[in-house]
């Protein structure tokens, strides 16, 4: 029997057949108690179709990779994610239904959103600072105020050091004398020792008798000036 | 990835053969996927619903495949071959059964079985009507039977059920009518028409 004439024997009634149909028919059923028996066959088998969903057990499948195996010589690998796969990527569902595939997109979503809500963040926090540097400048000023107070500023302000005018005194008279009577006696070799302590530099170049160091002069030493009688002569001479 | 490799699920059977014998895996697993299942469903229908030698046949006939994948003639259709296996295998059961009912002491070979067998339908069958067909399919004879799970059950065409069972297509169309005919007549006692 053609599959054409099964679903019409399924769908229609007997009273519904044309004549083509119960010619069709008429090796089958002639009568509409036969053509409902008939009907009921196929409705048998369409239920037993449905109903049949029974699976081979998966014993049967290992054993029959087994023997793929033992005849190509390639043994299935044991690998763990061999059997997450199985899960996360089953091959029978769509690709898109795939949870690793939704996964990955959740990811890659994730991933794009990321600098547009960093962007958005940083922005927000930026415009927090900037509102909190405000309100601390706000709050900033009126202190301000108050250290431009005298008060304040005095406590602040390193004390300014006076200029001290030197004057010279009978004291400086007096040991710049004692000065001038032990300079004979010090040897040229101790300032040597001492090249910091500059006091009056010797001119290095003889046309500057003024004391006033250039600083072209590698070893830069001073001495009293009366290691230099003529610039002592020049120096009294100026005072 | 399925981007990357070839795509078995597009392939026709035949093509799922050639790549088997060149020993690929997945063609192997897809042809299972395809086949088992419905096979397995065969051999239940037609070895008095037992599942135990019905899995057996099925993992037999896939050995075979495995093993032997030369013995499948390409030009042929794999459906057709692989049933007309699996009904070569139910008529080398049907002898071993004659040759053990002879033997025997009188007791039916099959009486534990059909007595699970009427388990097996109570969990697939909901109803008395359904339970009837489905007993009256078992007891149809083994020619009438195949032919007609394989046209309706399974769907092959009247010319591939002539080609699995080695007949010609009038035979078939001939053993489909009396069974046809045969399951009608009894769900007589179900017809409403009948009981009206």
Known sequence: MEKELVNTVLEKEFNELSSNER????????????????????????????????????????????????????KPRAIWYNSALVVLYPTEKAFVKRPLVQIAAVALLLLLAYPVVNSTKIQDQSE???????VEKENVKPTTAKTSSPEVTSTLVEPAIEPTVQTRTAEMEALSEDMMVAAPEMAFEEYRSEPEAVFAAVPAIAERPDGIYTGSSTVTFSQPASA???????????? | MKIFRAQHNTFTDEELMQAISKGDKRAFDELYNRYAAALLRYFM??????????????HDLFAK?????????????????????????CKNEYKKAEVRKGMS???????????????????????????????????LDDKHKEAFSLRHIEGLSIKEIAEVLEINEGTVKS??????????????????????
């Open chain 1, 128 to 134: 927090t600072q900037l509102a909190e540097v405000k």
């Open chain 2, 45 to 58: 229908r037609m070895l008095w619903k037992d599942r135990e030698k019905s899995e057996d046949f099925v």
């Open chain 1, 228 to 239: 230099q009688p003529q610039v002592f002569d020049l120096l009294t001479s100026t005072f």
């Open chain 1, 23 to 74: 010619i069709a028919l008429n090796d089958y059923c002639t009568s509409e108690e036969e053509f409902e028996q008939l009907k009921m066959v196929f409705q048998s088998v369409e239920s037993l179709k449905k109903s049949e969903t029974i699976q081979p057990r998966i014993e049967t499948k290992n054993s029959l990779d087994d023997i793929f195996a033992q005849k190509h010589g390639q």
């Open chain 2, 65 to 89: 495949i495995v093993n032997k994948p030369e013995y499948f003639d390409p030009t042929r259709s794999f459906k057709t071959w692989v049933y007309s296996v699996a009904n070569n295998m």
């Open chain 2, 175 to 196: 053993r489909l009518f009396y069974a046809t005919k045969y399951l009608a007549e009894s769900l007589k006692e179900f017809n409403p028409i009948e009981n009206r």
């Open chain 2, 105 to 139: 002491n009188g007791l039916d070979n099959h009486y534990a079985l059909s007595d699970t067998s009427v388990n097996v339908m109570n969990e697939v069958q909901d109803s008395f009507f359904q339970e009837a067909f489905v007993k009256n399919l078992a007891e």
